[in-house]
Structure formats: structure tokens, C-alpha cells
Nanobody
Framework: QVQVVESGGALVQPGGSLRLSCAAS????????MDWHRQVPGKQRELVAT???????NYADSVKGRFSISTDIAKNTLYLQMNSLRPEDTAVYYC??????????????????WGQGTQVTVSS
């Protein structure tokens, strides 16, 4: 019904930049919030940045001033611009979309949808 797909992960040098994209598709009645998370093996998944339907943004302290979250509403697409990347930014980055959608019988409901993740590696 709703699909979320991330892209843009790559190997990048420390201090470099990268832009991740997250495209949501399917029956989307409204998007309540979209988030970027990241996870390193052996550690809990970390919330990196969020953006609300009204455009309000929030960032984890570790990425403030370096990362920027934004959306293209017409395309149902989420972006994460990452600048001044550090080795500790290395992780699998996941997109989460909280979306109101139409159920199979025609009933509306709010669901949380996750992408499969995209690998970001910051290394020399």
C-alpha cells in the first residue's frame, strides 16, 4: 500500500558531503512526519532528524549544524543533506514515514513505514 525507498548512500571522505533521498509511494492521504534514523551494528537505532507536515525540523545534537532535512511535498520525497561528515556518522540510514493511508476495505489509518536502509561510510 505504501512503499518507502532510500537511496544515496555511499563511501565518502571525512569532511565530505552526501545527500540521501527517501521516496514514499502508494496511497498517501497525508504525511504526518518523516524521519531519518541511523544504526550501527551492536547499537540502538538513533533518531537523526525529523520533519513535520508543517515543515518543522528537529535534529539530534550530534548532527546539528551539519545535517539538513527537507522535503519535496509534490514528490513525496524526503532528503537528508549531510555535510562535514565524520567517521562516527558511518551507519545504515533509514527513512521512516508516518502516513495516513487507505486500507484495503477502504478504511483510513495511520501507519509507520520504513525503508530498507542505505549504507553511509565515512572513511579515508
Amino acid at each position: 500500500q505504501v512503499q518507502v525507498v532510500e537511496s544515496g548512500g555511499a563511501l565518502v571522505q571525512p569532511g565530505g558531503s552526501l545527500r540521501l533521498s527517501c521516496a514514499a509511494s502508494g496511497t498517501i492521504l497525508s504525511i504526518e512526519r518523516m524521519d531519518w534514523h541511523r544504526q550501527v551494528p551492536g547499537k540502538q537505532r538513533e533518531l537523526v532528524a525529523t520533519i513535520s507536515s508543517g515543515g518543522n525540523t528537529n535534529y539530534a545534537d550530534s548532527v546539528k549544524g551539519r545535517f539538513s532535512i527537507s522535503t519535496d511535498i509534490a514528490k513525496n520525497t524526503l532528503y537528508l543533506q549531510m555535510n562535514s561528515l565524520r567517521p562516527e556518522d558511518t551507519a545504515v540510514y533509514y527513512c521512516q514515514a508516518i502516513i495516513k493511508t487507505r486500507g484495503r476495505p477502504g478504511s483510513d489509518y495511520i501507519g509507520s513505514y520504513w525503508g530498507q536502509g542505505t549504507q553511509v561510510t565515512v572513511s579515508s
